[in-house]
């Protein structure tokens, strides 16, 4: 960069920040002026600069390209402290504001305390404490080092003018310091030669990008309840066995709609027990026998009869609820959650009617899709209804009112189609209708699945 006379630079500064009043101390002071400077100007040929008197310690102002620069504005514009520092006669400005504004990009390191400031064609590099500048790659010494004011680095005068090519000068009539920084033109873009029109071709097909089949689940699942406990008029909490649990259901796409189907079959086996041997005159066709035959009340064999009408004696056996349900949902949420209706059958091996009845429910299917996912389901059935004739001939309807849920993990067995599955199952039921007494059946169960 050619340097020019501080004359001129003085006249070109006056101009440029319409300070009328400091382009004549400038001018004079150029030339009448020697010694010690804290002048610093965009070149580092051997003409001494001039001396326009040395700033009193403490902060000042910058003026640059016309307009104020502060350090940290949130933090030193109160009270209007100003961004340079003067010590020991040398100016030291805040090097992030001050370059960041010329258009550089500004990096510090913490651990070296270095700080990196790049743009195109100049790199500078100072570290806090040690007196050197590296510009481009050329060591260059300072005669002070950079220091940290106020959690700003501050670098002296040289490093903005050899680093950058700017120009710097101390006003001592308006007790600041100007910096003028004119970025370097760009050279004009050179027209591009045109080249030959080649003959139009035909573009080539684009192949179009594969789409990505959405995952659809389809699984079936078999698990084993583990001592599900069993209330009811046959068991008053007993350990149940051979209880399990079967389950599938698929997703499908109709009318633009996400959609499920899904079946369960659960079992609850459990004992039904009596407290004393079976008593002679016994007739299982006979309703009201537990007072008929002596049999102390309360005895577990005493089991109330439908309709609430005294008790019959039940021998002890191994008691079987099972039940069937259908559904079909609709997507309301992600990930795979439906909201749908169903039917379910219920049926039993001691007698009593099987009922049925529509129901309603939430679904959360699992994503087989991934390693680990969570499911669970809530289906409520509000009038599961059969017909029931007794022994003495009358006519009863028996009917509950249904609470199935169920919640659980799959882990799907690495790449293979096998998922291990487990979880709580339950249901509740309410009597509605003639139920000699609700009902609870639930466990933990673990099993294995299949995706499809």
């Not at 949130?74 to 100016?91: C, F, P, S």
């Not at 064999?301 to 309709?307: D, E």
Request: with cysteine; aromatic share 10%.
């Amino acid at each position: 960069m050619k340097r020019l006379s501080t004359g001129v630079l003085a006249a070109l500064l006056a101009a440029g920040l319409g300070l009328g009043a400091v382009a004549a101390p400038l001018v004079s002071q150029a030339q009448g002026n020697s010694g010690n400077t804290v002048v610093a100007q965009a070149s580092t040929g051997t003409t001494p600069a001039a001396n326009f008197g040395t700033p009193p310690s403490g902060q000042i102002p910058i003026l640059y390209n016309d307009h104020h620069v502060y350090s940290k504005p949130d933090v030193l514009k109160q009270g209007r402290v100003l961004a340079a520092l003067v010590k020991g006669g040398t100016v030291l400005i805040p090097l992030r504001s001050m370059f960041e504004q010329m258009g550089a990009s500004v990096s510090y390191d913490a651990a070296s305390k270095t700080v990196t400031v790049n743009k195109p064609g100049a790199e500078v590099k100072v570290t806090v404490g040690k007196p050197e500048v590296i510009i481009n790659g050329e060591s260059r010494p300072l005669d002070v080092p950079p220091m940290l004011y106020k959690g700003s680095v501050l670098v002296p005068l040289r490093v903005i003018s050899e680093g950058m090519g700017a120009y710097v000068q101390w006003v001592p009539d308006k007790q600041l310091v100007v910096v003028r920084y004119l970025p370097p033109t760009p050279p004009p873009a050179t027209a591009p030669t045109e080249e030959p029109t080649a003959a139009p071709t035909a573009p080539p097909t684009p192949t179009p990008a594969p789409v990505a089949t959405p995952y659809l689940d389809k699984f079936i699942a078999g698990d084993y309840i583990i001592s599900p406990k069993v209330y009811n008029e046959f068991s008053p909490g007993n350990t149940g066995k051979s209880s399990y649990a079967v389950r599938g259901g698929f997703e499908f796409n109709a009318f633009n709609l996400p959609w499920m189907l899904e079946g369960t079959y659960t079992q609850f086996g459990y004992p039904h027990n009596q407290g004393v041997a079976t008593p002679a005159g016994y007739a299982p066709s006979v309703n009201d026998q537990c007072t008929a035959l002596g049999v102390p009340a309360g005895d577990p064999g005493c089991v109330t009869n439908i309709g609430g009408v005294g008790q019959t004696f039940v021998p002890a056996f191994t008691a079987r609820d099972q039940d069937f349900d259908g559904r079909f949902g609709l997507k309301v949420a992600n990930p795979r959650i439906y909201i749908g209706v169903g039917y379910l059958w219920r049926t039993n091996n001691y007698g009593y009617p099987r009922e049925n009845g529509f129901g309603f429910g939430i679904e959360k299917l699992p994503d087989l899709n991934q390693a680990l996912s969570f499911y669970g389901s809530a289906w409520y059935y509000p009038n599961l209804k059969g017909n029931y004739t007794a022994p003495n001939g009358s006519q009863y309807s028996l009917a509950y009112r249904l609470l199935k849920y169920q919640v659980g993990a799959a882990y799907v067995l690495g790449n293979s189609p096998v998922f291990l599955d487990l979880g709580w199952i339950g249901e509740n039921g309410m009597n509605k209708q003639n139920a000699p007494s609700g009902f609870t059946a639930n466990g933990p169960y673990l099993g294995l699945g299949i995706k499809f």
